[in-house]
């Protein structure tokens, strides 16, 4: 069982940073990515930001590039997203996702992901 827990989440001024972390016990799946996405109320669930299990690539959704950054500690299992120059427009939950399969031609997609958290809010005041 995949099983990733977020943390890291809570309430921000407008320009301000959050770092949100994703502990992820894997067992014996393999884990081809994992993944940052948002919902805000009344949206669609998005993408905002991946990285490869061998953490030498990092993909971002055009609206956090530049002020967002993934990076992952593998001894640990864990994944971080580093929010710097937050927006009103950053508020949503975020969740954190597990790819343990192949499949899919787009992995920026959330059906792609098999294994989801629970989701962390992140709010950002004006």
Known sequence: QVQPVESGGGLVQAGG????????????????????FRQAPGKEREFVARITWSGYGTYYADSVKGRFTISRDK????????MN???SEDTAVYYCA???????????????????GQGTQVTVSS
């Open 17 to 36: 940073s959050l770092r949100l972390s994703c502990a992820a016990s894997v067992g014996t799946f393999n884990v081809y990515t994992m993944g940052w």
């Open 85 to 87: 120059s937050l927006k």
């Open 98 to 116: 597990v790819k343990t399969n192949v499949f899919g031609s787009n992995w920026n997609s959330p059906g792609s992901y098999d294994h989801w």
């Open 75 to 82: 001894s640990k299992n864990t994944v971080y997203l580093q």
